[in-house]
């Protein structure tokens, strides 16, 4: 990453780091709970509420279907406990990765049959042909969703998603669980079954941060209650993740890189209904020993996925502007972090396939910097058996024999698009003296969180810095702790998995962010490291 720590960043101080968050927030502010728009807003919401409360009122059979990844697991959870709350039976399936693809499909109509009101959540916008199938089978179908309207819409009695041009939902960006939580409080409301919907926001928040969406509006409103929520929530599911976390308080961090991970492993590497299955924990036994399965999953998830990124590197083809790179037997559940993964560690957008059993290569790809990755694949897309996703993550199949030629007219496309070289990290909001750090900073910080999605945690750069000492930590001895000086001030710092040797005496540039460090009843500093260059 030898560009992002020598383009010239300016120099700044505290006030003109508060000053760059707080610009983040110029639009709208700091919303509150209270400003979150009324579920009416939404286009079809009225029409989705009055049709399933007829449903209810006629006994008819209603079924849920949910997504796989942690927003549709989310959503499902939200849907399913709302009904149990009223006390009304509600089926619920979660695709399976492997064996079923992706939400509302062919695959899954055998299964809904006896069925005579299905529902979607966190899916089923671009599901033409399966919903041309409900209706030949008298199933009614109304669609909840949050992603991009394909050209055609599918024929259903009412879609939900705020990215319809006749929706007055005025945010553009939420998860799915965010709408299926707006289709309760509606029904809630209609239905006057005084259900505290407001504690379900707790769960809400982990999909809004695991779905990456911006921590602005009425996002970061939500994150920020929930998280409170979740500190005090009597789910035994979140109390069995509070136990093993070992916190009383979580944090979208906590979230970001913990919780989420886990609850996506299930649909990774089996099946996401155990994660559906854990939040739905009636007891804290049960909920810990599902959280027990799902933990097992993501250390599987995680050797696999180490696996794959070693093999993966070795057929890296460096001179591509964009990497193509495939295996035999990768495993299809984690090929999209094993390509984010790939293009952090050679700045560049990947794309990781496997082929399957059918002989085609199947997989996924993640972009970098600002390359739309969707844009220079959906050219090539004659190429392609199946193709989708936005700018920055895309799902595709191909036939064997058309990989040379798509990698071809991928590096042909990308060049066309004349992107600028040399990687600037938005992120890094400049050069930071260690005179500047302080307690001070690390409060002002605090102040705007949560950090994810659109509000990233702030990240500064120092230039000659000297490493005064440096051991190695962790079981393997992959992490490394350091001391660094600049000017005679000194501050302790950590840089996680990293096999590289670093010498005390050495003249460095330094990518971090500040945190403040717990430990025995004492508070101090210390520097997360991002990256370490020789000072140039």
């Not at 669609?143 to 309207?149: A, E, G, N, Q």
């Not at 199946?386 to 990308?414: C, M, T, W």
């Not at 040399?422 to 992120?427: I, M, Q, S, T």
């Amino acid at each position: 990453m030898e560009q992002s720590s020598q383009h010239s960043y300016p120099s700044v101080t505290l006030r003109d780091i508060e000053q760059l968050l707080r610009s983040r927030f110029h639009e709208e502010g700091f919303l509150s709970l209270a400003q979150l728009p009324d579920p009416s807003t939404f286009k079809d919401m009225d029409k989705a509420t009055r049709r399933i409360i007829e449903a209810i009122s006629r006994s008819e059979k209603i079924v849920l279907i949910g997504d796989y990844d942690v927003d549709g697991v989310v959503s499902t959870t939200l849907v399913k406990h709302f009904f149990d709350t009223i006390g009304y039976p509600l089926a619920w399936i979660i695709p399976n990765r492997f064996r079923d693809g992706y939400g509302l499909s062919a695959n899954i109509i055998p299964r809904i049959t006896e069925f005579d009101l299905a529902l979607t959540v966190d899916n089923g916008i671009a599901a033409v042909e399966a919903a041309k199938l409900c209706a030949e089978h008298n199933i009614e179908l109304i669609i909840t969703d949050h992603h991009m309207l394909p050209n055609q819409l599918p024929d259903a009695y009412a879609i939900v998603n705020q990215k319809q041009p006749e929706c007055d939902f005025p945010f553009e960006e939420v998860c799915g669980a965010q709408i299926a939580w707006y289709l309760i409080a509606s029904l809630n409301r209609a239905m006057r079954a005084k259900v505290d919907t407001k504690a379900y926001i707790g769960l809400v928040a982990i999909a809004i941060i695991a779905d990456m969406m911006p921590l602005q509006h009425i996002n970061r409103a939500m994150v920020i209650t929930g998280l409170q929520l979740l500190g005090r929530s009597p789910l035994p599911a979140i109390e069995a993740v509070r136990d093993w976390l070992d916190k009383t308080e979580l944090t979208a961090e906590d979230i970001g890189f913990q919780v989420a991970p886990v609850l996506n492993s299930a649909g990774r590497m089996d099946d996401a209904k155990w994660a559906v299955e854990f939040l739905l924990s009636d007891n804290i036994y049960d909920a810990r020993v599902r959280l027990e399965r799902l933990v097992g999953f993501n250390e599987s998830r995680k050797a696999v996925e180490q696996q794959i990124t070693q093999e993966a590197m070795e057929r890296v083809n460096h001179e591509d502007p964009v990497i193509v790179v495939e295996g035999e037997d990768w495993h299809e559940g984690v090929v999209g972090i094993v390509a984010a993964r790939i293009g952090r560690l050679c700045e560049k957008p990947t794309i990781v396939l496997t082929r399957t059993h059918n002989g085609e290569l199947k997989g996924s790809g993640r972009s970098f910097h600002i390359c739309n990755l969707f844009k220079i694949t959906n050219q090539a897309k004659a190429l392609l058996t199946k193709f989708g996703g936005h700018h920055a993550a895309i799902g595709l199949s191909l036939p064997v024999e058309n990989l040379d030629r798509f990698r071809q007219v991928l590096q042909h496309n990308y060049l066309a698009e004349n992107y600028q070289e040399g990687y600037v990290d938005p992120d890094i909001m400049g050069v930071l003296p260690f005179s500047e750090i302080s307690f001070e900073l690390t409060q002002m910080i605090k102040q705007f969180e949560p950090y994810g999605q659109a509000n990233s945690r702030p990240k500064f750069i120092t230039h000659n810095v000297l490493i005064e000492d440096v051991n190695s930590m962790g079981k393997e001895g992959e992490h490394r702790r350091f001391l660094f000086s600049q000017n005679g001030v000194i501050h302790p710092a950590v840089l996680f998995k990293t096999r590289e040797s670093f010498q005390i005496g050495e003249r460095i540039s330094v990518i971090y962010t500040v945190n403040e460090n717990h430990f025995n009843n004492r508070t101090s500093l210390q520097l997360m490291v991002e990256k370490i260059d020789k000072y140039l």
